[in-house]
């Protein structure tokens, strides 16, 4: 299960030296956006071996992406995943992109979850780098004219065969007994400025007062009409609660969601993870808390 920082104080320094991060057989796809049937989307694609934690494992890690609109002529991704940590094959090991993401010059993080035996803790070790065409890891072939509605600048880049680069990592030990929780809800806006707030039957949660609400953030501003909106709380492990959304419209007056208390139960033994409660669709007006 990852351990991810929820908060400042979840975790503690931690000097100790493990291996490095070894990164090969990448990849990376930057569409020409043809409405002719081309391919119209961006990927990467790399693999990441370590050998930490007291055995050699590896993973493939990969995603894709939409192409930036004929008004975003930009030679980098202007919809670039940033600010979010993407699961690899295997549960151990994630990575993160960053903005100004082209194909020949970007920046990449990898993590990975191990337990150091040795210490009996959970270790949570980052190794970030930057590729770029520039340098003997990575080859690429692009097309960099722009043809309005026809062709955006694409290509492919590749590391060779046998090539790979090794990253240094940074540790941390976790020493907190909270989870990170990840609450998702999407809801039609009336007007603009139509929010989504959160709220419950804990004091994280604001204890069921609509003035302690959860403030949330909109995660997918391009999605006009009917956003998501995201917020990440720590809550201790084991820890059960009720909570709903609430609609809170651009005049100040506020529209609870229907229905039943939403319910959930902070894992046992999750401290210091990150957990999500899945997306949900903001349910319509109704009673304030059933009790």
């Not at 603009?192 to 302690?212: A, F, H, M, Q, Y």
């Not at 492990?237 to 609609?247: A, C, N, P, R, V």
């Amino acid at each position: 299960m990852w351990k991810t920082i929820g908060s400042a104080a979840a975790f503690c320094s931690f000097a100790a030296a493990y291996s490095p991060f070894v990164i090969t057989n990448l990849n990376t796809h930057q569409p020409n956006g043809n409405p002719a049937g081309q391919v119209n989307y961006y990927r990467i694609q790399f693999d990441v071996l370590s050998s930490n934690g007291g055995a050699d494992s590896s993973t493939t890690c990969q995603t894709s992406w939409g192409d930036n609109s004929w008004l975003e002529t930009e030679a980098y991704s202007m919809a670039v995943p940033t600010g979010k940590w993407i699961g690899c094959g295997t549960n151990d090991f994630r990575f993160q992109l960053f903005p100004y993401f082209s194909i020949g010059n970007f920046s990449l993080a990898v993590q990975q979850n191990f337990t150091d035996a040795a210490l009996n803790q959970e270790i949570f070790a980052t190794a970030t780098t930057h590729m770029s065409n520039t340098t003997s890891s990575l080859s690429c072939s692009i097309n960099g004219q722009e043809v309005m509605y026809q062709q955006h600048a694409h290509g492919d880049c590749n590391m060779a065969s046998n090539g790979s680069v090794s990253v240094q990592v940074e540790a941390e030990a976790c020493s907190s007994s909270d989870a990170t929780t990840i609450f998702e809800a999407s809801g039609s806006y009336e007007e603009s400025g139509d929010e989504i707030v959160l709220v419950g039957s804990i004091p994280e949660l604001g204890n069921w007062s609509p003035t302690k609400a959860v403030s949330m953030s909109v995660t997918n501003p391009q999605s006009a009409g009917a956003p998501t909106f995201g917020a990440r709380l720590d809550i201790s492990e084991g820890t059960s609660f009720q909570y709903k959304y609430i609609m809170r419209h651009a005049d100040g007056s506020e529209t609870w969601e229907c229905c039943e208390n939403r319910e959930y139960t902070v894992p046992a033994n999750s401290a210091c993870s990150e957990i999500s409660l899945g997306s949900d669709w903001f349910r319509g007006g109704g009673d304030a808390v059933v009790n």
